[in-house]
């Protein structure tokens, strides 16, 4: 499986802890065999790790996405304009995705540098699957902000004040830091004596992961719903200014069924076949795991890829369709056009100055 960020990889982590915390409960006393098997590939002789194109496209992902992240957020600062509780969460959106980019591109690279390390794999996990929650997260209250802008505009003007913008977001990581120290407490709870800590966190009987990929299927049933309704909402009144020939709001309804298409295209398409996965293998016995073990990775790589893709998607569909970002493009745009059309006039009057008089 993955070296520890492969968080949504909980199902065959949890069958080993299981066998693991048999083990444990035999001898008395806690062992890593369970662990080491879970890491077999990358134990062999002489504890190298061998490189995959896996991996290499990986960490080429991950600077493509904390860069589109990074970029993202400073477009968004610098909009000169009070930021809207939408504003703020495709912030937090970003944030989120560089939280699960940044340890999944340290973890490459440190797996390719030094021999497996128990502690560092476990904080590389933690982190991640704190990161992959408040991205849920975000992903939730974005699409509930979208559905009271377009379906309750009035209401929305009234509540969705600042200050209730910025408490949001801030239950958002709340929520997220706390279920992750759950597992942690639960991990000290549960510590034997002379067990290392990171041992006792890393086989706790709390698997955060198989909460994530429940709670994958539950925000994907809930886009599903307001989506759904903002796509009839905007359908219905697509028909009616149709008649009208409303062109401008025939438009703006275009736009609206495109994002809203998008939104739920997406999130299909880089979540759900994470979570099929994990129930898919959740329901399988420990030997089955066992005994498909190299399978399993290279599937579990392939859409944990998948997965980081979506932090790459997340600023182009959230913040570069935004209309302010695209007033700034296009301005910039025309900008460097206007400057390197003045530029290639000087160069021209230059050189014919330069050229000897008859």
């Known amino acids: 499986m993955m070296e520890g960020n492969w968080s949504l990889n909980g199902s065959a982590n949890l069958s080993l802890n299981s066998m693991h915390e048999q083990d444990r409960n035999s001898s008395g006393q806690s ?86 390390n128990l502690c560092f794999n476990v904080a590389v996990r933690l982190v991640t699957d704190l990161a992959l929650l408040a991205t849920l997260l975000n992903l939730l209250a974005i699409a509930a902000d979208h559905y009271l802008a377009i379906l309750r505009p009035l209401m929305y003007k009234k509540q969705m004040t600042n200050i209730r913008g910025m408490i949001a977001v801030l239950v958002i990581w709340f929520v997220s830091v706390l279920a992750i120290a759950v597992e942690i407490i639960m991990g000290i709870a549960h510590q034997r004596e002379m067990e290392p800590l990171c041992e006792a966190i890393a086989y706790d009987k709390v698997n955060s992961e198989l909460g994530i990929v429940i709670f994958i299927f539950i925000v994907l049933l809930v886009i599903f719903v307001i989506y759904g309704r ?16 409303h062109r401008q ?23 759900t076949p994470i979570g099929i996965f994990n129930v898919y293998l959740y329901n399988k016995d420990n030997m089955y795991i066992l005994n498909n073990l190299e399978k399993i990775e290279q599937i579990g790589d392939i859409l944990y890829v998948i997965l980081l893709l979506n932090a790459i998607a997340d600023p182009i569909i959230y913040t570069f369709r935004l209309p302010q970002i695209q007033r700034k493009c296009f301005i910039f745009r025309t900008t460097m056009r206007r400057q390197s059309t003045k530029t290639s006039t000087l160069t021209s009057e230059l050189q014919d100055l330069k050229k000897p008089l008859r």
């Open 230 to 245: 903002i796509y009839i909402c905007v359908v219905r009144n697509r028909s009616i200014h149709s008649e009208t020939r």
């Open 31 to 116: 062992t890593a065999n369970w662990y080491d098997l879970y890491y077999e590939e990358y134990n062999e002789l002489d504890n190298t790790y061998t490189v995959t194109s896996v991996d290499v496209i990986s960490i080429v992902l991950c600077i493509l996405g904390i860069v589109a992240n990074i970029v993202s957020i400073n477009m968004v600062i610098r909009l000169h304009q009070k930021l809207s509780t939408h504003l703020k969460l495709i912030i937090s959106l970003c944030c989120s995705d560089c939280l699960i980019l940044i340890p999944t591109f340290l973890s490459k690279v440190f797996l390719m540098t030094h021999e497996i």
């Open 249 to 271: 709001k025939e438009t703006s309804n275009i736009k609206a069924l495109v994002t809203t298409s998008l939104f739920v295209l997406t999130f299909v398409f880089f979540w």
